[in-house]
């Protein structure tokens, strides 16, 4: 099911998203919740919101955190998903880095793939979580729409992010030829909950062509097939 939420401005969209997000970590099971952030500029506000508004409303003592994706930069790069994370809320709200499981984008994109999985696994293990497909579940990711359609570094054509059994895989900036490491479209389906952070004019026509992709029965966008194959996903958006 698609749980569409529209606001008039991106600041009630994030506050929407953090309420939310607020309640399943206050609801939580275990002692920690699971959440998976994604990167880049719609991120970076929701960073900031979270950092200026919501600094006490959640319990980010509970929180532990990992990424959909990243860049295989040094953190101290304005490209780096970790990095920007780091200097917009894990560094102001002094968040310990027993709390943070970061992609290390210094590291052969191969190698580290396949040394986030088993972290994650572990990780994710000790905390017996459920195991969905035989995969360990988040409890949460977050994810971005690019305006090319991609979520994640899932992009157009990559059919072994799309169909991997793997948690994570290298991927290929399209354009730029960056380096990237992203959750494969299975390990994000199989996430307990899934939201997706939609903000900016620019990102309209996106999710305009998303909505009309879905209903093919292919659907071509990689943003389309997670949303087109989950279970449920909310939508948060400023689109009123
Ligand atoms: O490259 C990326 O793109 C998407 C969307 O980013 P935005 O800058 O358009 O908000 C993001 O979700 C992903 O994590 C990031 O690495």
Redo the contacts with the bound molecule.
Sequence with gaps: MINFENFKNAKDAVFALSNALQTLVAMRESRFFNLAL??????KIMFEIWRDFFSKKIDWSSVRFFW??E?MVEDSSSES?FGEAYRNFFEPLKIPNSQIFKIDGTLPPEDEAARYEREVFNVLEDAGKKYCADTPQFDCVI?????DG????IFSGDKEALTTKRMFVPARHPESGQMRLTMSANAVLNSHEIFMLVLGDAKKEALRRLFSDIAKKSPELPASFIVKNAADISIFTDFV
Aim: glycine share 26%; no cysteine.
């Design positions: 994604s990167g880049g500029g719609t991120a959909v994706d860049r998903n994810l971005g729409l690019g305006t991609h979520t994640a570094s």
